[in-house]
Nanobody, 121 residues
């Protein structure tokens, strides 16, 4: 069984920074794409950023130049560095990963529990 454990959310003032972490735990052979999504109240969940196992990245237009996604393949951990935060970044942030397990060497989609990010003065 695989779990994605998130940490790093919280309350920050506009213009501030936060770093989210997502640690994949369990019997993991490898991780393909990792991504961060967010969902604000009354809105649909949206992709914030994603990174492949070779390091190719993709960002939502709203966060380009402010957020940076990265990963440590040896530690099965992904990160989202968020700078110049704005009130409109307030949301629950979810980690997502396509994890290949040792059981059948197939990729399965997993989600973290979500972490609240609130940007407010």
């Amino acid at each position: 069984q695989v779990q994605l454990v998130e940490s790093g959310g919280g309350l920050v003032q506009p213009g501030g920074s936060l770093r989210l972490s997502c640690a994949a735990q369990g019997t993991i052979f490898s991780i393909n794409t990792m991504g961060w999504y967010r969902q604000a109240p009354g809105k649909q969940r949206e992709l914030v950023a994603s990174i492949t196992n070779s390091g190719s990245t993709n960002y939502a237009d709203s966060v380009k130049g402010r957020f940076t996604i990265s990963r440590d393949n040896a530690e099965n951990t992904g990160y989202l560095q968020m700078n110049s935060l704005k009130p409109e970044d307030t949301a629950v942030y979810y980690c997502n990963a396509d994890v290949v397990s040792y059981s059948d060497y197939r990729g399965y989609d997993y989600w973290g529990q979500g972490t609240q990010v609130t940007v407010s003065s």
